[in-house]
């Protein structure tokens, strides 16, 4: 083995880029220095908000044991109380400062402030201990009101208490019952998302319903051997569809559910309807979400070519680019005008091309604004939508 | 005359490169049958495309280079390049597919639920990647010059050109039939010059090779000390254990493992890739020893890389010797660029979707396009390596293959390995083994480089496997076992998702009525 560096050379080198890192450094503490010059009172206001905005964090998880808990240190700081206890309306939920053995009673001193009574202040004869030791001789409990319930109680506990020390602890209390009442619409707006997404899914479209029986029942007595076929793929279809559990599926199982559709337009739509594929076998095992792909199949068909005359082809088209996969459903149908497309994606125009709005609005809220579907078209020049989905995106995954 | 078919081999399989790389899907069927166009790649093809990928200059010139250089000894090297496959296998292959990850980074941050981890993750990609493309670049370089005589920069800029175009057109690498038949390319252009070298070295009444010998031992004789390195039984084991456990680490290695449609598909490919390469590996020291007898001393200033290259002037004579080199010469090539694209391409993709992307777009707000910033990335996975590459001296290329298996081995394989086996792993505790991990082994790298030792810290150094991995393994485990607030949350269920089969999920499974 033959070094090819100049030894003392190297260590030049490496010493120069740690000298000049090092001034760099030095430069920049020196500039946040001088920028970072505060009075006192501003000092200690954005130290409170500090600490209410790391409090904050933790009771946007809501009221609960591990969130009081945690929450309970930033706010007894905030308060400068001795000790601080926040109860529910059932237990106490943390304790946070000295005088642990009080933590029992803290419930029992809450109660008038739990019953409604607002804010009180429990003096010598309500909370004094056996412990002769023990400075927590007085407390100020502050309901927390949400939604005008009172939800739980907040309790300042300290050797006496002043008009200040009340005053700052319902102040606190207020800001607290805020900060839980934004997880609880938190909560809300999750749970609405879910539902929308449930219903979203389950929207298999009555034409095709319609149509796909129609073209069935024409088969029953001329071929009944195909009629039985298709109506096996019917019932797959609607079972893929359907189907409760799993936000997710692989590619490969969402062009079969293509598949199954198209057997049964094929039905109808006889040597009219062409199909043309061209997919990379790396982009098969790829996450996509559930029926993703098959309702721009059927845009395709019902507004593309059913309106056309003579033989329409639809092209799916799988790409492989790297870390993401590029998905496109192409036809050379009728086409449509971009600015209805528009704001059918925007969801302003109810139109009756669901599918188009509900995938777009899928795929933003799974991978974020930058991957819902591109589409091209013009009247009378087909149309092309595209997207592309990550091969892997964090919480998604197929039967989840 | 016998550069004239070098130069055509080499042309030929760069031309033949960009022109797969600029046409890409359009090369593939299109069909109106839903049963043809849904067909996954099967293990088979999938594991020739991991090994074509995987056969890296280091394989194709390094292994008979060494074997010529030092000896017995060195036959271990395509040992363990196999070996690890079958620790992957073991270990790795199934539950890394079920987790869906794509990238190493993308699994780091699927099991430990952090984006720390996944920067550091992906800081190490591109580490490992700058380091294993260092010597394909040298490689080509080296190859250029030995058939032709000219600047060994010629080489390493074509091949650089090459994998930029191809990896900035984003075509060649997705098509595994391509890299699958890179393989095979790779096998003949190996096997076909070793038969009929064999077969005229029988013909000239198999002579035996010359067996030199010095202070420290002899040739042929295994764990010698031959060539003055010391401490011989040390570096053959520690060698060893960083190849087993370097393969998982390696970021163009395993993306190809998400080709697979499931964890049982996955553990399919692996045992055929150990095949491929054991078939592969079994001509590579017949050059060692076949030069030990054509060609006892190299010109001056060469390096033993190049012995395969020059082999077939020394055995044979004429057009002969001339299409035997041509289809050597053809055949490096092919390795350089297919592994060196495979590195770039998964370079480029952690230097985009982590560092570039979102900078670019602050930049300049909002206007740089995806693509654009791929090509931007891309640019710098391949020029840091080949200013890399030209401003060091080569060490040889196995020997530098091997400090990016240090790397790999002493930072992903204890996050992999305790990642899919062990519950209790803690976000601070990944932490600390990448850091510590990635730390001490480009210390040992840079030290063994820059100041090369002697005696027992030398050999430390130049090989710190055996010492690295055992220690970041503990700073893991201890760190973990230290601080259990950070495990993440889901990480019972995201085990248990690792290793529930797929027939018991009933998820992704190929049926078909």
Redesign the interface.
């Known amino acids: ?5 100049h ?1 003392p050379t ?1 260590v030049l080198t490496a010493g120069t880029l740690i000298v000049v890192w090092a001034l760099l450094l030095l430069r920049s503490r020196s500039r946040s220095r001088s920028r970072g010059f505060l009075s006192a009172t501003d000092r200690a206001t954005y130290e409170t908000l500090h600490t209410a905005s790391l409090a904050g964090r933790q009771l946007r998880h809501g009221l609960g044991p591990e969130s009081a808990r945690e929450a309970a240190g930033y706010l007894r700081s905030m308060l400068t109380a001795r000790a601080i206890a926040i109860c529910d309306t059932h237990a106490v939920l943390a304790w946070d400062g000295e005088g642990e053995h009080h933590r029992p009673r803290a419930h029992s001193d809450a109660q008038p402030a739990l019953r409604g009574a607002g804010t009180t202040v429990l003096d010598q004869r309500d909370v004094a201990c056996n412990d002769p030791n023990c400075e927590l001789l007085s407390a100020v409990v502050a309901p927390l009101v949400v939604d005008e319930h009172v939800v739980g109680a907040l309790t300042a506990y300290g050797p006496h208490t002043d008009a200040g020390l009340a005053r700052a602890t319902e102040e606190v209390a207020q800001w607290v019952a805020a900060q839980v009442e934004l997880a609880d619409l938190d909560q809300q707006r999750t749970r609405a998302m879910e539902a929308e997404l449930q219903a979203l899914r389950a929207q298999i479209s009555p034409h095709f319903v319609y149509n796909s029986l129609a073209a069935i029942a024409s088969f029953v007595r001329t071929d009944p051997g195909r009629a039985r076929e298709l109506l ?1 793929e019917f019932a797959d279809f609607t079972r893929y569809a359907l189907r409760r559990a ?1 936000q997710f ?2 590619l ?2 969402e ?2 559910n ?2 199954r559709y ?1 057997v049964l337009e094929q039905a109808r739509f006889g040597d009219r309807l ?9 982009s ?2 790829t ?1 996509v979400p559930c029926l993703a792909v098959q309702p721009l199949v059927e845009n395709a068909v019902r507004h593309g070519l059913a309106g056309k005359v003579g033989p329409g082809t639809v092209t799916i ?1 799988a ?5 993401q996969t590029e998905i496109s459903i192409e036809d050379d149908g009728v086409g449509a005008n971009p600015e209805h497309i528009r704001g059918v994606l925007d969801g302003e125009v109810r139109s009756d091309s669901v599918g188009l709005g509900n995938v777009d609005a899928r795929l933003r809220q799974i991978y974020g604004d930058d991957l819902g579907l591109v589409v091209e078209t013009a009247p009378g020049a087909g149309m092309k939508v595209t997207f592309t989905v ?3 995106a ?1 919480g ?4 989840s | 005359m016998n550069d004239l078919y070098a130069v055509t081999a080499i042309g030929l399989v760069c031309a033949v490169t960009l022109i797969v790389g600029a046409f ?2 359009r090369l ?7 049963y ?6 099967t293990p088979g093809r999938n594991a020739s495309a991991i090994s074509g990928e995987y056969l890296s200059a280091a394989s194709f010139l390094g292994v008979a280079g060494l074997v010529y250089a030092r000896g017995a000894d060195m036959l271990w090297l395509p040992v363990g390049y196999t070996v690890g496959y079958v620790v992957l296998l073991t270990l790795v292959a199934a539950p890394l597919r079920r987790s ?4 190493l980074p ?1 699994f780091a ?2 099991r430990l ?1 952090s984006k720390v981890v996944r920067g550091l993750s992906s800081a190490l990609v591109i580490g490992i990647g700058w380091l294993y493309l260092v010597p394909q670049f040298q490689g080509a370089g080296l190859a250029m010059a030995a058939v032709t005589g000219w600047p060994s920069w010629v080489g390493s800029l074509l091949v650089v050109v090459v994998v930029f175009l191809s990896v900035a057109a ?1 075509g060649m ?4 039939l391509v890299q699958a038949m890179q393989y095979w390319l790779k096998l003949t252009a190996l096997a076909v010059p070793a038969c009929v070298l064999l077969w005229l070295w029988l013909r000239d009444g198999a002579p035996r090779p010359h067996i030199p010998a010095d202070a420290s031992g002899e040739w042929i004789l295994p764990l010698s000390g031959f060539g003055g390195y010391d401490h011989p039984t040390y570096r053959t084991y520690s060698t060893l254990l960083a190849l087993c456990l370097g393969t998982m680490g390696l970021p163009h290695v395993l993306v190809r493992f ?4 499931d964890g049982r598909a996955a553990r399919r490919t692996t045992v055929a890739v150990v095949g491929l390469l054991g078939l592969f590996y079994v001509f590579t020291p017949v050059y060692g020893v076949l030069g030990r007898v054509y060609l006892p001393e190299l010109p001056l200033g060469t390096l033993p890389d190049s012995l395969s290259l020059r082999l077939p002037a020394a055995v044979a004579d004429g057009h002969l010797a001339g299409v035997l080199g041509a289809v050597l010469a053809g055949g490096a090539f092919a390795a350089f660029l297919s592994t060196a694209s495979g590195l770039a ?1 998964s370079v480029a ?1 952690a230097i985009d ?1 982590d560092l570039l992307r979102a900078r670019l777009k602050r930049i300049t707000s909002d206007d740089a396009s995806a693509i654009t910033s ?1 090509r931007y990335a891309a640019f710098a996975a391949v020029v840091v390596p080949y200013a890399l590459s030209t401003a ?2 080569p ?2 290329l196995a ?1 530098t293959v091997g400090l990016a298996f240090a790397v790999s081995s002493a930072t992903f394989s204890p996050l992999l390995v305790l990642g899919i086996w062990w519950r209790g792993l803690s976000v601070t505790g990944a932490i600390a083994g990448l850091v510590v991990g990635a730390g001490l082994a480009m210390t040992a790298i840079v030290l063994s ?4 030792q002697g005696g027992w810290l030398g050999a430390a150094l130049a090989q710190p496997g055996a010492w690295l991995i055992p220690l970041v393994f503990a700073v893991i485990v201890i760190t973990s076992l230290a601080t259990p607030g950070r495990i993440p949350k889901g990480a019972g269920r995201t085990l248990v ?1 690792l290793h529930t089969p797929e027939s018991l ?4 499974h ?1 049926s ?2």
């Open positions: 083995m033959r070094s090819g560096i030894l190297a096996l799993g599926t692989t490969a199982e062009l079969r293509c598949e198209l062409k199909i043309n594929l061209l997919i990379a076998p790396e098969l095992p996450t088209t790409r492989d680019i790297g870390a990550p091969k892997y964090p998604v995954h197929v039967s | 890409g899907l593939s069927r299109t069909t109106s049958d839903f043809v166009a849904g067909r996954t790649v869906g990850a794509y990238t993308d941050e699927a639920e984003g690498r997705s098509i595994t998400y080709t697979n449609p391409m993709g979707q791929f060091f001296e060490l040889g020997t480089v820059l100041m090369p998702r999920t009933g998820a992704a190929p078909r009525r």
